[in-house]
Structure formats: structure tokens, C-alpha cells
């Protein structure tokens, strides 16, 4: 059975590559995964274009485990050499947009949530889900699908990790900044030029450190991504715009990040775009860690954010494929990792579901 789903693994994500599905324009994705389930008898609900399942045998006073991944992808940029739409097999690498991020984690998350469907006695509820808007952190994806799912008390999060188990991920603060200055004439003496009031923010920027370090998440990241100012030679502009990226490790809240920078950043003002993108972890004692661990997989902590961010419950990020592909030029993902990525995931899941719920059986005698 497990040979089987797959071969029909990687043939939907062949499919899936072909299906444009740019975040918040996934219609005909969803569809792709809908046939999935009728075609494996399989009841489902559609939720915009969010695709999820419960488990037959759900009961309410089992703990529930989501399985989740997304099926938008970024645009292709302008380094592409093949064509991004169509899926073809080189040399083992399935190549193809959104094939490593991330299409080839959830076909695998269907492909193990098929197989365990039919199966009774599991130690956990099992909900799966195919989410839209993970790259654009959009309102209609799994952070609006949460108040329609059973309540999640643990979640696998599909995303390339090289089936590697990231215990802890980074969470994600932008701010808008504006430094102010006084606009003149380029030809006139000008001591408050905001350009120039802008290089010492710059350097604030730049040597500006968070005390608190984390075992798996290491050092709060801040960088300036953009900056903007002007609109012709000869005009000292009144103002210049900056966009500040802040990755957040697990020691701290994005309120907190977003406190410190309003009150000592020298900007004119600050301000965040959303506090809601947090850090997330999984205790490595949980038992799906210890469960990875003893398939001899190791743990780190992920920079990259995913719809982790937008859960409460402890989360696990593990997934076939690199996430240095992801939103690369002709990206790929090796045919032979997705078959590793379904066993893998089979192989923890019954450790977990299985060996539990036997074991819990045999305590109850």
C-alpha cells in the first residue's frame, strides 16, 4: 500500500507543479486535492480553498494531531531556465515550482494520512490539511482555517527540513520606519537633511543586539531590507522610508521586540505590520521528537517562518526536500526524498499513533 500512494504522490505533485496556484489563487490546486479524496473514498470539507479531513473514528477525548502543508507558491522569478509550470524528472530531481516548497511535504502528509485512515485504535484524533495563503501569511489560509478545525493539540508542519526534525522556529516582526528631515533645495545649505539623519538610524540598525540567546533559535535577527527616499536630483527630501525584517527566537514575544524598538530606536516613528507571526516550538521530550529521534533523525532550530507561526499548540516542522531550494531558480525536489519522506513519516506516525494505543491498551488490562 505504501509503494502505491507513492507512486500517487508524486504523480499528483507532477500535477500540482502544472496547476499555477500563486497564494490567494489556488481554485484549481484545491481541486487536484478534492479528486484525491473522492478518489480514495475519503469525505473532506472545502473551506475557501483550504482542504481538510478528520479521521473516521475522531473522539473528543483523544488529544488531536494535525497534519498540515500548503499548496500556494511564491512567482517564479527571473533566474528560471525551464519552464516553472512543467513538471519533468531529471537525474532523480522532479523539477518545477513549488515542488520543494512545498509541494513534495504535502503530498507525502496525504499520502501518510491516507494510509492511516483506515486504521483503527490510533492513540491521536488525525486531521489533515491542505492550506492556501502560507506564502503570503494571507487571512483565508490555516490562520483562518483554525476556528473551523477540531481543536489542535499538536501539528506536524510540512515543510522542507530534509526530514530533519526543526524543534523550534523564528518569529517574524516588519516594521515600517520614516526618518524626518528638513526638505530644501539641493543647492542651498541644509543641515537637516533626512538622507544624512538616516546613516546614524543605519548604524543604530546594524549594532543593535537582544541579550536573551536561545539553545535552538540562537540570537534575535534585525535586518534593513529596503530603503526609499527622493524624487528628484535637485530636492532634499523630506523624509526617507525604511522596512526593518526582525526574526525572533523563542526568548522573547514580538510585543516585547516591538516595545523596545518604538521606545529606543532613534526613528522619527516606528511601526509594526502584525504582531501575530510568532516564534513556535515542541517540547524534545514530546513523544513525536523522542519518536524522530529514535528513527535517527536530529533536531535544530528553523530561521524560516511557516504557518507554524500561526498556531498555539507545541509543532514540529518536518518535511522532504531543502529549504535552501525554496524560491530558488528551477527548483526541484529529489523523487527519491519524497519516497523517504512518506516512509519516514509512516514509520514516526506509527510509533506514536500505534505502539502508543497498544501500549495504553495493555496498561488498561
Not at 56 to 66: A, E, G, H, I, Q
Amino acid at each position: 500500500m505504501i509503494q502505491e500512494l507513492t507512486i500517487k504522490a508524486i504523480e499528483l505533485l507532477k500535477n500540482l507543479i502544472e496547476t499555477p496556484s500563486f497564494s490567494s489563487e489556488e481554485d484549481n490546486t484545491a481541486l487536484l486535492l478534492e479528486a484525491w479524496f473522492k478518489n480514495h473514498d475519503i469525505p473532506y470539507t472545502r473551506t475557501q480553498n483550504n482542504i481538510w479531513s478528520v479521521h473516521k473514528d475522531f473522539d473528543p477525548s483523544k488529544p488531536t494531531l494535525l497534519l498540515n502543508s500548503h499548496h500556494d507558491t511564491v512567482k517564479p522569478n527571473n533566474g528560471y531556465t525551464k519552464d516553472p509550470f512543467k513538471a519533468t524528472i531529471e537525474d532523480g530531481k522532479l523539477y518545477g515550482l513549488g515542488s520543494n516548497d512545498a509541494g513534495g511535504c504535502l503530498v507525502s502528509l496525504l499520502a501518510t494520512y491516507t494510509y492511516f485512515y483506515q486504521q483503527n485504535d490510533l492513540s491521536y484524533n488525525l486531521v489533515f490539511a491542505g492550506t492556501a495563503e502560507e506564502e503570503s501569511s494571507g487571512p483565508n489560509g490555516l490562520n483562518g482555517l483554525l476556528k473551523t478545525l477540531p481543536k489542535i493539540d499538536v501539528a506536524i508542519v510540512g515543510e522542507p527540513t530534509l526530514m530533519q526534525l526543526a524543534i523550534a522556529e523564528k518569529g517574524l516582526v516588519v516594521f515600517d520606519a520614516e526618518v524626518k528631515g528638513t526638505p530644501s533645495h539641493a543647492a542651498h545649505p541644509n543641515n537637516d537633511n533626512a538622507i544624512y539623519n538616516t546613516i546614524k538610524v543605519l548604524e543604530w540598525f546594524k549594532n543593535v543586539r537582544f541579550d536573551k540567546t536561545s539553545d535552538t533559535l540562537g540570537d534575535v535577527k534585525l535586518t534593513v531590507t529596503q530603503i526609499n527616499a527622493g524624487k528628484q536630483h535637485n530636492a532634499v527630501p523630506a523624509n526617507v522610508s525604511l522596512v526593518i525584517d526582525v526574526r525572533v527566537n523563542d526568548q522573547y514575544s514580538n510585543q516585547e521586540i516591538s516595545d523596545y524598538l518604538q521606545e529606543n530606536s532613534p526613528c522619527t516613528s516606528i511601526t509594526p505590520r502584525g504582531l501575530n507571526l510568532n516564534s513556535s516550538s515542541i517540547p524534545k521530550e514530546h513523544e513525536l521528537v523522542e519518536a524522530g529521534i529514535a528513527l535517527g533523525r536530529k533536531t535544530y532550530g528553523s530561521p524560516t517562518l511557516s504557518d507554524q507561526s500561526v498556531l498555539s499548540c507545541p509543532s514540529l516542522k518536518l518535511g522532504p526536500g531543502d529549504s535552501t531550494r525554496s524560491h530558488t531558480a528551477d527548483e526541484f525536489i529529489y523523487v527519491n526524498e519524497i519516497e523517504e519522506g512518506i516512509d519516514l513519516y509512516i514509520q514516526l506516525l506509527s510509533k506514536v499513533l500505534k505502539e502508543k494505543a497498544v501500549t495504553l491498551k495493555t496498561a488498561e488490562r
